[in-house]
């Protein structure tokens, strides 16, 4: 059973991130471009009303098993996905390693 303050992450693709709600109220987000096969990860953010309740995490392991389930491939420059990789070996095996390549496209993407 869910209370209402149980996190709600949500792919807002048209916007190219996925969000993480609370009560209804946009809490945080991570956004990405997709590159191929690739889902290029660049940013994660919290609203800080809402920081210290670990929901960067959630919203990264969601937004990574939904990836996951896809059948894309991570790239993670954003440096909050980076280390959450690191910590979770879990997700190896989808992940690519960031390239000068791929940033040099992803600053061309984002412009």
């Known amino acids: 059973m869910y209370s209402s303050t149980t996190p709600v992450v949500d792919l807002a693709d048209h916007q190219h991130r996925y969000g993480i709600l609370v ?19 660049f940013h994660t953010e919290i609203d800080e009303a809402f920081a210290g309740r670990g929901l960067a995490s959630v919203l990264v392991q969601q937004a990574l098993s939904d990836v996951r389930k896809s059948g894309k491939r991570v790239v993670p420059i954003c440096p ?5 990789l690191q910590k979770h070996d879990e997700f190896a095996d989808i992940a690519d390693p960031v390239t ?12």
Do not use: N
Not at 23 to 41: K, S
Not at 100 to 111: A, K, Q, S, V, Y
């Open 23 to 41: 009560d209804g109220r946009l809490a945080g987000f991570t956004e990405y471009r997709d590159r191929g096969a690739q889902r290029v990860f």
């Open 80 to 84: 909050y996905v980076a280390k959450f």
């Open 100 to 111: 000068p390549e791929i940033r040099h496209w992803l600053r061309t993407e984002l412009g």
